[in-house]
């Protein structure tokens, strides 16, 4: 169980002011092997928070508890794969995703072969030798996300992975996203502003406000699994989700600029 605690964060005004409070009070719960959204407009701290659960950022008060034992700081049991996808230039796609252990400190053999396990998943075996200007922006996003499971994560935190992908190589890569989650398992915390990806994607919704960042509500996806085996996005039920978080969200934008 991964628990968020009345968790704030504000940042400092440059100049001197009273700081920008990103995060209010936030609470919740997640659990083992869940796959979970954040969804909500634009700077309602999302991002934010995903940051904070990585280690990445700290909060001014409240607490990330992990099976009850509080996170201070980054850890290999979480793994963040961003939007931007942070491929070296001159490194060969096996070279990329083997980076972060070879970071850790493990030896060249522990990195191939873990690396190669990682590809193989992502369905890039073949491609090792290329670099990245020799393959699309859809094969890049899966070398980041190879890179991020050959540390075998127990948390797979995901910025908005898919955003600056075109709308076929997003609904693409979606699936092949549930594919290896159902093998892997990882807990996954899952960023977008896709209404239909996030419903497409997940066991739950958290749904944010802004001014100051907060949890607004939480919606159960209901739809079966394996998601890809049938046309889930013609489901009446997924029909009503979309239409209840759309209407959810424009009520969160509504009260921000009232």
């Known amino acids: 169980m991964l ?22 009070d936030v609470n919740f719960r997640i659990a083992d092997r869940e796959f979970v959204s954040l969804l909500g407009p634009s700077g309602c701290g999302k991002t934010t928070l995903l940051r904070i659960v990585a280690g990445l950022l ?9 099976d ?3 996170i201070t700081g980054s850890g290999k049991d979480r793994c963040m794969v961003f939007q931007n996808f942070g491929l070296l230039p001159w490194r060969t796609v096996m070279d990329n995703t083997g980076l972060g252990l070879e970071l850790d400190g493990a030896d060249k053999r522990t990195c191939r072969e873990k690396s190669q396990e990682a590809l193989n998943l992502v369905g890039l075996d073949g491609f090792e030798n290329h670099y990245p200007h020799q393959i699309s922006g859809g094969m890049q996003q899966r070398v980041g996300l190879a890179r991020a499971l050959t540390k075998d994560p127990r948390y797979l935190l995901m910025d908005e992975p898919f955003g600056a992908l075109d709308a076929q190589t997003r609904e693409n890569l979606q699936e092949e996203l549930l594919k290896i989650w159902s093998r892997t398992k990882n807990t996954v915390i899952f960023v977008t502003h896709s209404i239909d990806e996030a419903i497409y994607l997940s066991d739950r919704i958290l749904i944010m406000d802004r001014e100051p960042g907060r949890m607004k509500e ?30 959810s969200l424009r ?8």
């Open 68 to 70: 009850g034992a509080a």
């Open 58 to 66: 700290s909060a001014e008060r409240g607490e990330i508890r992990d």
């Open 251 to 258: 009520g969160a934008e509504a009260l921000a600029e009232s």
């Open 218 to 247: 939480e919606v159960r996806v209901n739809l079966k699994r394996p998601r890809w085996q049938f046309d889930v996005k013609a489901d009446p039920e997924f029909v009503r989700l979309r239409s209840e978080i759309h209407h």
């Open 3 to 24: 628990e968020a605690r009345n968790l704030c964060k504000v940042f400092e005004d440059a100049k001197g002011g009273e700081g920008f409070l990103a995060l209010h």
